[in-house]
């Protein structure tokens, strides 16, 4: 495909915790809280589909994610 190149590929990513972040107890994620997980993931997904349906993601600033703060782990 010649007119696909490189950087003409739309991405979204979607991070998001998982099940268990690693075997250390206080971090695996309950019953409760594996259904916020889900619920943000389907609320994430489904507001991105709508604003690329009605473009309104055409108004969207990228801008605001270079003001977000380091998360910083302190293990």
């Known amino acids: 495909m010649p007119w696909l190149s490189q950087y003409d590929i739309p991405v979204i990513l979607f ?4 099940m268990a972040d690693g075997n ?4 695996v994620l309950g019953q409760k809280s594996n ?3 889900t619920k943000q993931a389907f609320l994430a997904m489904s507001t991105t ?3 690329i349906a009605d473009r309104s993601i ?6 605001v ?3 977000l703060p380091e998360q ?3 293990y």
């Open 15 to 18: 991070e998001m915790r998982g």
């Open 72 to 74: 910083i782990y302190n």
């Open 35 to 37: 259904g916020y997980l």
């Open 65 to 67: 994610y270079d003001h």
């Open 49 to 51: 589909a709508e604003a």
């Open 58 to 63: 055409d108004q969207a600033d990228p801008a």
């Open 24 to 27: 250390y107890e206080p971090y």
